[in-house]
């Protein structure tokens, strides 16, 4: 089986949908975010602080043209990196991609929950912000998101698991 893509914005649950949908089909998951931690030896937060936007965006892309290649597997990718490089061209070309779609406000509120001091795009900013900013990146995101070969909107990050999981294990019904 060709790879599977999750996209989507920071805090839409590629992770946890991720690892979820890697156990119901028993595939292999990888974030591609953990990833680069590993391999840079340092969280994304340093990266960003150490270097620059192109250093990480250039990271995300050799990792992706190596994971292109992997065979059942579950790839939780970064928010933006379907946006840069030719990124979203190899997911296209590589397997078979979706976009867990969130409502802005519910964006907000996944965020906030989940801590917006690991995430070095929301760091020191006010709600209004923080808001803005989830705003206006979805409007710049919105295009290459919805490339993706099914959208799923988001709701709960099992339901969202097991919607996609029926694309690849159709629904069996006893007659």
């Not at 840079?40 to 292109?68: C, H, P, Q, T, Y």
């Amino acid at each position: 089986m060709q790879p599977i893509f999750l996209t989507g914005f920071m805090g839409a649950g590629k992770t946890t949908v991720g690892c979820l949908l890697a156990d119901m089909l028993c595939l292999q998951f990888v974030d591609t975010d953990r990833l680069i931690e590993e391999e840079l030896g340092m969280s994304i937060a340093e990266i960003f602080v150490k270097n620059s936007n192109d250093f990480f965006r250039e990271a995300e892309n050799k990792i992706l043209r190596r994971l292109a290649a992997r065979r059942d597997t579950v790839i939780a990718t970064g928010g933006g990196m379907p946006c840069y490089e030719n990124n979203l061209e190899i997911i296209k070309s590589c397997g078979t991609s979706f976009y867990i779609k969130w409502k802005q406000k519910d964006l907000f509120h996944r965020l906030k929950i989940d801590g917006v001091e690991k995430r070095p795009l929301l760091a020191g900013k006010t709600d209004r912000e923080f808001a803005n900013f989830i705003a206006r990146e979805l409007k710049k995101r919105k295009t290459f998101y919805e490339q993706a070969d099914c959208i799923v909107c988001g709701e709960d990050d099992e339901i969202i698991a097991r919607k996609i999981a029926l694309h690849f294990r159709p629904l069996v019904t006893k007659s």
